[in-house]
C-alpha cells in the first residue's frame, strides 16, 4: 500500500469513529429527551398543586403577612405572620388572673397579671402545643406550607354528590411536634379549591378519629375563616371510610369549633 492509500485509509477511519461516536450522543440524547416521567414524581406534582390551589383559595399570599385576632372558647388569639417568622398569642382569665402566653418563632413565655412566670420544659411544651393547634386550625391551609409535613396525593371521592381531591399529611418528628404520628386527611373541592371537609386520627389520651365539616365560610381582608362541626368515629376506623358514614348520619356530633369575633389588624 502507498503512503497516499495509507493517509486516506487512517482519515477515513477518523471520519467513521466520529460519525459513530456522534450517533451514539445522539441516540443517549434521545433516550434522556424521551423517558418517561415515573409516577411517583407525577403524584408529588398532583399534591403540590392541589396545595398551592387551596391555599390560594384560602388567601394566599396574605397569609405570609397577615396579622388577625379573634375569640375561641372565651379566649383571645391573635397570629402575625412576617414572611416565615410568626408571634402567636393567648389571653385568657382564671380565679381573677390574666394569663397572657406568647409563642414567637418557636420560643414561649408566659406572664400572670403581666409579671413574667418561670415554666417547667413540660409545661412549655403543652402550651406551646395548645396555642399552635389553636391557630394551626384556624389558619388552614396555609400551615400544611411547614417543612415537617409530608402530604400524599389520596384520589378522588364524592361527598354529597360533590368530586373532591384527597390530601393526606403526615409529619416528620423532627418538627412536627408532640403529635407528630397524627394523621390528617383534607378534602379539597375539585373546583372551588377550597377544604370542604377534613379528617385525623390521633394517639395521645387513649387516640380517637375526628371528621369535621366546615360551614359559616367569610372572607375578611382577603383571607377565608370557616367554622367546623366536629365528629367523633370509633378508633381504628380509616380515615378514607369517614365520607360514606357522614353521609349516613353515622358519626356523632361532638362540638361546634367556631373561631369568633375575626378581626384583621392590619
Not at 418517561?36 to 387551596?54: F, G, M, R
Not at 388569639?77 to 409563642?103: A, Q
Not at 364524592?158 to 383534607?186: A, C, M, N, R, S
Not at 387513649?206 to 375563616?225: C, K, L, M, Q
Amino acid at each position: 500500500m502507498t503512503y497516499l492509500s495509507k493517509s486516506l485509509a487512517v482519515v477515513t477511519l477518523v471520519l467513521l469513529s466520529a460519525c459513530q461516536t456522534t450517533t451514539k450522543k445522539e441516540k443517549d440524547t434521545d433516550s434522556e429527551v424521551s423517558q418517561p416521567i415515573s409516577k411517583a414524581e407525577i403524584t408529588v406534582a398532583k399534591e403540590q398543586l392541589l396545595l398551592n390551589d387551596a391555599i390560594a383559595a384560602h388567601g394566599g399570599h396574605l397569609y405570609e403577612q397577615a396579622h388577625y385576632t379573634f375569640q375561641f372558647r372565651k379566649k383571645q388569639y391573635t397570629f402575625k405572620n412576617d414572611k416565615g417568622r410568626y408571634l402567636y398569642s393567648v389571653k385568657s382569665s382564671k380565679d381573677e388572673n390574666e394569663i397572657y402566653d406568647v409563642l414567637e418563632n418557636g420560643r414561649l413565655t408566659r406572664t400572670i397579671n403581666s409579671a413574667e412566670v418561670s415554666l417547667s420544659n413540660k409545661d412549655i411544651a403543652k402550651y406551646s402545643e395548645a396555642l399552635n393547634s389553636v391557630v394551626y386550625f384556624a389558619t388552614l391551609p396555609h400551615k400544611l406550607k411547614d417543612k415537617a409535613v409530608t402530604k400524599t396525593y389520596e384520589g378522588t371521592t364524592y361527598i354529597k354528590g360533590v368530586p373532591y381531591d384527597v390530601l393526606g399529611v403526615t409529619f416528620k418528628q423532627e418538627g412536627g411536634g408532640t403529635d407528630f404520628d397524627d394523621t390528617f386527611h383534607y378534602w379539597i373541592h375539585q373546583e372551588k379549591k377550597t377544604v370542604d371537609y377534613l379528617a385525623y386520627s390521633y394517639s395521645t389520651n387513649e387516640g380517637g378519629v375526628r371528621f369535621r365539616s366546615a360551614y359559616n365560610p367569610r372572607t375578611i381582608d382577603g383571607i377565608r375563616f370557616q367554622d367546623y362541626i366536629n365528629y367523633e368515629a370509633p378508633i381504628g376506623t380509616a380515615l378514607g371510610d369517614l365520607p360514606p358514614l357522614y353521609e349516613k348520619g353515622d358519626l356523632k356530633e361532638l362540638s361546634r369549633i367556631l373561631t369568633e369575633d375575626v378581626r384583621s389588624l392590619r
